[in-house]
C-alpha cells in the first residue's frame, strides 16, 4: 500500500471513532462536517479524474480544491475560536478569518474565469495565508491551555490533540504548497509523501482526540480553595 | 545558459523547502515538547505548594482541636473543682439533720447555704461569661473590647486604651466574638511574652477593608516570627489566631512601627464577607 492509499484510508479513523464514541462537545461537532466534507472531495476528484470529466472539465479540479480550502478553514477556525478563551484573540480571529475569505472568494473567482489548469496554478495565496493564521491561533490556544488553571496536564484533553494535529499539518504542507508551482516534477513526487504522511499524522491526532474523555479528567484536582494569600 | 538558470533555480527551491519544511516542523515538535515539559513542571510545583498548604491546614485543625480540649478541660476543671465542693458544702448545711435542731441554728444553716448558692451562681455566671462576654452579646465589640481594657487598665500592671473610630454598623455576631477572641488571645501573649507597659487598640475602615490595630512597647514579634511559629508544631495561640482569622477570611500582620519603637499588630477584614 502507498503513502497516497494509506492516507486517503487514514481519513476513516478518526470519522469511525467519531460514530463510536460520539464526542458531546459543539466545537468537536463541527469537525465530523470536515472529515466527511474531506472525504467526499477526495472520492469526488478520483471518481472525475477516472472518469475523465476532468479533462472535458478542467476548471471543475480549480473550483473542488478551492471550495475545500474555503470549508477547511470554516471548519478549523471555527473549532480554534471554540478553543480560545480571550476575547480579543477571539475578535482578531474574526478580523483575519474575514481577510482570508476575501482572497480565497477572489482565488475561486479567478479559478472560475482564468484559463489556468490546476497543476499549473495552485491556491497559493488562500492555502498560505490560513497555514499562517491557524499556526499561530493554535500557538496562541496552547499558550491559553497552558496558562488556564483548571487544566490538569495537557495532553489529557482532546484539544491539544486537535490543535496538534492542525499544526503538524499545516507545518508540514506549508512551504510544498507555498512552492508548489515553482518546484521540479521529481521534487514534487517527494513531498508529496510528505503531504501524505502530515495528513496520515493529522488523522490519527484527530482519532486520539476523539478518544479523549468528554470532560477534562484532571479538572476537579485543581479546584480554586480558598487560601490566606487569596 | 536558461538551462543553467533553471537548474540554480531548482537548487534554491529544493534548499528552501528541504529547511523550510524540516524547520518548520522541528519549531512545531519543539514548540509542543517545551509546553508539555514546562506544564508538568508547573503542575508539579502546584502539587507540592497543594501538599504544603494541607499540612499547614492539618496544624491548624490540630491546634484548633486541642485548643477546645483545652477549653473543655478548664471549664470541666472549674465545675470540678471550685462549683463542685461549694454545692456538697451547701448540701452538707442542707442535710436531714437539720430538722432536729434548733430555729437560729436552722436559720444559720439556711444563710450559710444561700451564700454558698450565690457564690456558686457567680462561679457559673463568671465560667458562662468567659465563653460568651454579655457585652459583647448585647453592646458588640467596640463596648466589648473597652470593657475589657478598662478592666486591665484597672489591674494596674498596664496601660491598656481602645479607640473605635469607625464602628457605626456592628460585624455578625459570630465573626465579632471571633475578632473579640483574637484581641484576647493577642492581648495574652502581649502580657504574658512582651513585657510591655502600654496596649492601644485603634479600629478603622478604608472603603469594604476593616482595621484593628495593636501598638505596643513591649517585646514584640514581625511578620517572619508569626509565619515561622504559626508552621512549627508549637505555637498554639498564633495557629488559633490563624485558623479564626480563616473562617472570616481575614489577614493579620506583625510588624515594628516606624519609629522603630513600637510594635504593631493588624487585623484586617473585608466587611463584606464578615458583616
Known amino acids: ?230 | 545558459m536558461l538551462l543553467l538558470q533553471a537548474n540554480t533555480q531548482d537548487t534554491n527551491v529544493s534548499f528552501l523547502l528541504y529547511f523550510g519544511t524540516i524547520g518548520m516542523l522541528v519549531l512545531t515538535i519543539g514548540l509542543i515538547v517545551f509546553i508539555i515539559f514546562h506544564q508538568r513542571k508547573v503542575i508539579r510545583y502546584q502539587m507540592t505548594l497543594q501538599k504544603m498548604e494541607n499540612e499547614q491546614q492539618k496544624l491548624l485543625l490540630n491546634a484548633s482541636i486541642r485548643l477546645q480540649e483545652e477549653e473543655r478541660a478548664r471549664i470541666a476543671a472549674d465545675l470540678h473543682d471550685d462549683a463542685g465542693p461549694l454545692l456538697a458544702t451547701a448540701r452538707l448545711y442542707l442535710n436531714e439533720n437539720m430538722v432536729n435542731l434548733d430555729k437560729n441554728t436552722q436559720l444559720q444553716s439556711i444563710y450559710s447555704a444561700k451564700q454558698i448558692i450565690d457564690d456558686t451562681i457567680q462561679l457559673i455566671r463568671n465560667i458562662s461569661h468567659s465563653l460568651m462576654p454579655p457585652t459583647l452579646k448585647n453592646f458588640g465589640l467596640e463596648s466589648a473590647v473597652n470593657d475589657s481594657f478598662q478592666k486591665l487598665s484597672g489591674s494596674g500592671n498596664i496601660n491598656a486604651s481602645s479607640r473605635f473610630h469607625d464602628y457605626k454598623e456592628r460585624l455578625a455576631p459570630e465573626n465579632e466574638l471571633i475578632v473579640y477572641r483574637v484581641i484576647q488571645e493577642l492581648v495574652n501573649n502581649i502580657l504574658k511574652h512582651s513585657n510591655a507597659s502600654f496596649i492601644h487598640l485603634t479600629q478603622n475602615s478604608n472603603g469594604p477593608k476593616f482595621y484593628i490595630r495593636m501598638h505596643h512597647d513591649g517585646k514584640g514579634m514581625t511578620q517572619a516570627d508569626f509565619d515561622r511559629l504559626a508552621k512549627s508544631a508549637s505555637g498554639l495561640g498564633l495557629k488559633n489566631i490563624q485558623s479564626r482569622l480563616k473562617v472570616v477570611q481575614g489577614k493579620i500582620f506583625f510588624e515594628k512601627d516606624q519609629s522603630q519603637t513600637y510594635y504593631k499588630v493588624t487585623i484586617e477584614l473585608n466587611r463584606e464577607l464578615a458583616a
Open chain 1, 1 to 230: 500500500m502507498s503513502l497516497e492509499q494509506l492516507s486517503i484510508y487514514s481519513i476513516y479513523l478518526p470519522l469511525l471513532i467519531f460514530i463510536w464514541k460520539k464526542p458531546k462537545q459543539k466545537s468537536i461537532r463541527v469537525f465530523l462536517i470536515y472529515l466527511l466534507y474531506t472525504v467526499i472531495n477526495d472520492n469526488a476528484l478520483r471518481y472525475f479524474d477516472s472518469a475523465n470529466i476532468l479533462l472535458t472539465h478542467p476548471k471543475l479540479e480549480n473550483i473542488l480544491l478551492s471550495l475545500f480550502t474555503i470549508i477547511e478553514y470554516f471548519c478549523l477556525a471555527f473549532t480554534l475560536n471554540t478553543f480560545i478563551r480571550n476575547k480579543l484573540y477571539k475578535r482578531l480571529l474574526k478580523i483575519v478569518s474575514i481577510f482570508f475569505y476575501i482572497v480565497a472568494i477572489i482565488n475561486l473567482y479567478v479559478n472560475v474565469t482564468s484559463g489556468q489548469l490546476a497543476t499549473q496554478k495552485f491556491d497559493i495565496i488562500p492555502i498560505a495565508t490560513s497555514a499562517i493564521i491557524f499556526l499561530s491561533f493554535c500557538i496562541l490556544a496552547l499558550f491559553e491551555e497552558m496558562q488556564h488553571p483548571l487544566i490538569g496536564f495537557i495532553y489529557n484533553t482532546y484539544k491539544f490533540w486537535i490543535i496538534l494535529g492542525v499544526m503538524i499539518y499545516f507545518a508540514g504542507t506549508f512551504f510544498f504548497f507555498l512552492y508548489y508551482t515553482k518546484m521540479a516534477r521529481d521534487l514534487k513526487e517527494l513531498f508529496w509523501n510528505i503531504n501524505w504522511i502530515s495528513i496520515i499524522l493529522k488523522n490519527i491526532f484527530f482519532s486520539i482526540a476523539f478518544l479523549m474523555p468528554n470532560e477534562d479528567p484532571n479538572r476537579e484536582y485543581y479546584q480554586d480553595e480558598y487560601s490566606p494569600e487569596n
